[in-house]
């Protein structure tokens, strides 16, 4: 089995700043890539950003200059540092993380729980 736990949502105002985290654990041999999702009321679910182990990244349009996604290896973890905030940013975010786990070396996606960031106008 593996988890993904979430930290770091909160309320904010316009044009601040949070930095969320996600930590995985388990029987992990290898995460390929690791991503934020987020789904607002009444939406669906949508990609924020990727990270591959590699280190190269993907991000949403709507987002590209303001997040910035990051991964420590050594941690299993990554981040979200999300800056000059909108309050379009509102939503659930989730945790994503494409992993090989043992000892079978299955393939799993793993979702967190999710973190709700709400950002006030």
């Known amino acids: 089995q593996v988890q993904l736990v979430e930290s770091g949502g909160g309320l904010v105002q316009a044009g601040g700043s949070l930095r969320l985290s996600c930590a995985a654990s388990g029987r992990i041999f290898r995460i390929n890539v690791m991503g934020w999702y987020r789904q607002a009321p009444g939406k669906q679910r949508e990609l924020v950003a990727t990270?591959?182990?590699?280190?190269?990244?993907h991000y949403a349009d709507s987002v590209k200059g303001r997040f910035t996604i990051s991964r420590d290896n050594a941690k299993n973890t990554v981040y979200l540092q999300m800056n000059n905030l909108k309050p379009e940013d509102t939503a659930v975010y989730y945790c994503n993380a494409e992993t090989i786990v043992g000892p079978t070396f299955t393939n799993l996606e793993v979702w967190g729980q999710g973190t709700l960031v709400t950002v006030s106008s």
């Open positions: 990270v591959t182990s590699g280190g190269n990244t």
